[in-house]
């Protein structure tokens, strides 16, 4: 994202070989994901379907829905961009994935990919800044005032600060004992 292709690449590959080293595969296909879209994003679509194929059938296997909705996007764009699609298939996948990922975000989300990936889909710019308006109302994410600020060039007002953090934790050195006891407090009973 900062354009620091020489460092990245080799950091996307010890990432995924570390992860592939942990007793859990959480961040597996994380990294299998980010390497994957890097690739594509550098215009190396042959490289990133590997990664993609394998992070979306990790995370498929994890039941990881925000993950599965990130490689199913992926994939198809990656399919668009290697020509495997026709017109008419290209708007076939999209409408699946409309009606398989329902939720706002991802609604939203699909919105913005269809601009982004052809920037006189004015209609599908529309939708996705309207969704993220609405979407940052109710829970003022960077990700979705940012995006806003992409499709309409105006920013939407900043989040609301933060409340200060309670007395025991900003004490020097704070209180271990009385910080574990509030938290035990918001733990579900066992």
Avoid: C
């Amino acid at each position: 994202r900062q354009d620091r292709a020489a460092e990245a690449e080799p950091l996307f590959a010890q990432a995924v070989a570390l992860a592939r080293t942990l007793p859990t595969r959480y961040y597996l296909p994380i990294y299998l994901y980010e390497q994957a879209a890097y690739y594509l994003a550098a215009g190396r679509v042959a490289e990133a379907r590997a990664p993609a194929e394998e992070a979306a059938a990790l995370a498929g296997e994890a039941g990881e829905r925000s993950l599965q909705f990130k490689t199913a996007v992926l994939a198809l764009r990656i399919r668009a961009a290697q020509g495997d699609l026709t017109p008419e298939a290209a708007r076939a996948a999209w409408a699946d994935l409309f009606a398989a990922w329902p939720e706002p975000d991802q609604q939203a989300a699909l919105h913005y990919t269809l601009w982004r990936l052809d920037p006189t889909q004015d209609a599908a710019r529309a939708a996705a800044a309207t969704a993220y308006a609405a979407l940052y109302a109710a829970t003022p994410l960077a990700e979705y005032r940012t995006r806003y600020g992409e499709l309409t060039g105006a920013a939407l007002p900043p989040a609301p600060p933060l409340p200060p953090p309670p007395g025991v934790v900003t004490a020097s050195p704070p209180n271990l004992l009385a910080l574990l006891a509030q938290a035990a407090t918001l733990l579900p009973p066992t």
